[in-house]
C-alpha cells in the first residue's frame, strides 16, 4: 500500500492505528516462496507515501529471492546480493527437493506446504541441510513419521 493515509479507516482498523502510531505511511509485502509454495512474506514499511522506484522494486526482488534462499537454508549468508541471484534457478529449482517435498506430501497425506514445512522442522531439529535431508527422503533412507499430536481438532473429536 503506497499510501496508508489513502485506505478506508474500516478496511484495516488496527494496521492504521499502529501505523499512525509508528509514523508509517506505506506498507509493501512481497512473497518469499518457490514455485506454487509461499514459505513466507517480506513485509517493507517507510514513512513516506509513494510507490516504489523501478531500481528499489529491483533491490527488493533481489532481497525477496536471498531471504527465502536463506530460509530453505540453501543461500550463503557470504556471498553478495548478485552472486546469489545468479545461483536462484538452479538451486531454488532443485529436483530433490522438489522430489522430497512430493514424496513427504503424498506419505502423510498433507498439502505441499506443510510437507515443505515438516522436511525444514526435520532438517533444523536434527542439524542437516535441507538438501541432505531431502536426498535421504528420496533415497528411502527417511521418511518422516506423521505427526503423532496433530493440532487441528475436527468438531466431531471436540463433541466427545
Given at each position: 500500500?503506497?499510501?496508508?493515509?489513502?485506505?478506508?479507516?474500516?478496511?484495516?482498523?488496527?494496521?492504521?492505528?499502529?501505523?499512525?502510531?509508528?509514523?508509517?505511511?506505506?506498507?509493501?509485502?512481497?512473497?518469499?516462496?518457490?514455485?506454487?509454495?509461499?514459505?513466507?512474506?517480506?513485509?517493507?514499511?517507510?514513512?513516506?507515501?509513494?510507490?516504489?522506484?523501478?531500481?528499489?522494486?529491483?533491490?527488493?526482488d533481489v532481497l525477496a529471492?536471498?531471504?527465502?534462499?536463506?530460509?530453505?537454508?540453501?543461500?550463503?549468508?557470504?556471498?553478495?546480493?548478485?552472486?546469489?541471484?545468479?545461483?536462484?534457478?538452479?538451486?531454488?529449482?532443485?529436483?530433490?527437493?522438489?522430489?522430497?517435498?512430493?514424496?513427504?506430501?503424498?506419505?502423510?497425506?498433507?498439502?505441499?506446504?506443510?510437507?515443505?514445512?515438516?522436511?525444514?522442522?526435520?532438517?533444523?531439529?536434527?542439524?542437516?541441510?535441507?538438501?541432505?535431508?531431502?536426498?535421504?527422503?528420496?533415497?528411502?533412507?527417511?521418511?518422516?513419521?506423521?505427526?503423532?499430536?496433530?493440532?487441528?481438532?475436527?468438531?466431531?473429536?471436540?463433541?466427545d
Open positions: 500500500m503506497p499510501d496508508l493515509g489513502r485506505v478506508r479507516e474500516d478496511r484495516w482498523p488496527t494496521l492504521l492505528i499502529e501505523a499512525s502510531a509508528l509514523n508509517v505511511r506505506a506498507e509493501f509485502c512481497f512473497p518469499l516462496h518457490i514455485g506454487d509454495i509461499t514459505l513466507g512474506v517480506l513485509t517493507l514499511v517507510r514513512r513516506t507515501p509513494g510507490h516504489l522506484t523501478p531500481l528499489q522494486g529491483d533491490d527488493v529471492v536471498a531471504l527465502t534462499k536463506r530460509v530453505l537454508d540453501l543461500g550463503s549468508p557470504l556471498r553478495s546480493a548478485a552472486e546469489n541471484q545468479d545461483l536462484v534457478a538452479p538451486v531454488l529449482h532443485h529436483a530433490v527437493l522438489h522430489q522430497a517435498t512430493g514424496m513427504v506430501s503424498v506419505q502423510l497425506s498433507v498439502t505441499l506446504a506443510e510437507a515443505l514445512l515438516r522436511l525444514r522442522a526435520y532438517a533444523y531439529g536434527n542439524s542437516r541441510t535441507l538438501t541432505d535431508t531431502a536426498r535421504d527422503v528420496v533415497d528411502r533412507r527417511l521418511r518422516l513419521e506423521p505427526d503423532p499430536h496433530p493440532t487441528n481438532v475436527t468438531e466431531d473429536e471436540d463433541e
